[in-house]
């Protein structure tokens, strides 16, 4: 079976950009969180989404948006790039196991700002 | 303000021999907490977990303790393998997160395990 697939996998940007970041869930998935991982640091959560809503947000800035789609795929976009958004973006969908939802990340995408 | 603290940014142990690292945190509203792996170019992969109900959790060569009262959690690979060497993080969340209402986890820096062979 596939795992969370993200797209691309590098991405470099300049100060000012705008840019998209993409996730495939898992088949039968239907929630999917954004995590930053910046270097030497812990991932942090920016986003989660359930059935195409937004059920919990991050402490990041207005700049961060992410929505999802029918099909339970989900991007993140980021506007006005900052050479400190340089991180790993992970994405992560999860199911149901009853008294706790396990969480599958992908391999994220790794975002250079210059 | 770090919620999840790893004060040992690496450890290093002899192939066969305990692994022991650990966590603290100090958000009392975590009730939930789990292990990942990390190896590079992948992302994190789930270990073990437990609930803030029990105390000890197996999986395997894997044991995850938590001490409430001192809001610290330990995780125990015996016996240690060459595999094992990756970036482990602990992370927490809520006790709301069974409902898909919130599965917000926050994560502790991350240890950098070494087996030696």
């Known amino acids: 079976d596939a795992g969370v697939t993200q797209s691309p996998t590098h991405l470099i940007k300049t100060r000012g950009q705008q840019v998209t970041l993409r996730c495939s869930p898992i088949?039968?998935?239907?929630?999917v969180s954004w995590y930053q991982q910046v270097l030497g640091q812990g991932p942090q959560f920016i986003f989660q989404?359930?059935?195409?809503?937004?059920?919990g947000r991050g402490n990041f800035p207005d700049r961060f948006s992410a929505r999802q789609f029918p099909n339970y795929s989900s991007e993140l976009n980021v506007n006005a790039l900052l050479l400190g958004d340089s991180a790993l973006y992970l994405c992560?969908?999860?199911?149901?196991?009853?008294?706790?939802?396990?969480?599958?990340f992908g391999p994220g995408t790794r975002l250079t700002v210059l | 303000d770090q919620q999840v603290k790893q004060n040992s940014p690496s450890l290093s142990v002899q192939e066969g021999r305990i692994s022991i690292l650990n966590c603290d945190y100090t958000?009392?509203?975590?009730?939930?907490f789990l292990w990942y792996k990390k190896y590079p170019a992948e992302g994190p992969t789930f270990l073990i977990s437990?609930?803030?109900?029990?105390d000890k959790n197996e999986d395997g060569r894997f044991t995850v303790f938590l001490n409430k009262s001192a809001k610290h959690l330990s995780l125990h690979i015996v016996p240690s393998q060459p595999g094992d060497s990756a970036v482990y993080f602990c992370?927490?969340?809520?006790?709301?997160?069974?409902?898909?209402?919130?599965?917000?986890?926050?994560f502790g820096t991350g240890t950098r395990l070494t087996i030696i062979p």
């Open positions: 992560a969908s999860s199911f149901s196991r009853g008294s706790y939802n396990e969480q599958f």
């Open positions: 088949s039968g998935h239907k929630s």
């Open positions: 989404y359930y059935e195409k809503e937004e059920r």
């Open positions: 958000n009392s509203m975590f009730d939930y």
């Open positions: 437990i609930s803030s109900i029990k």
């Open positions: 992370a927490a969340s809520p006790s709301s997160w069974a409902n898909f209402g919130n599965e917000k986890l926050t």
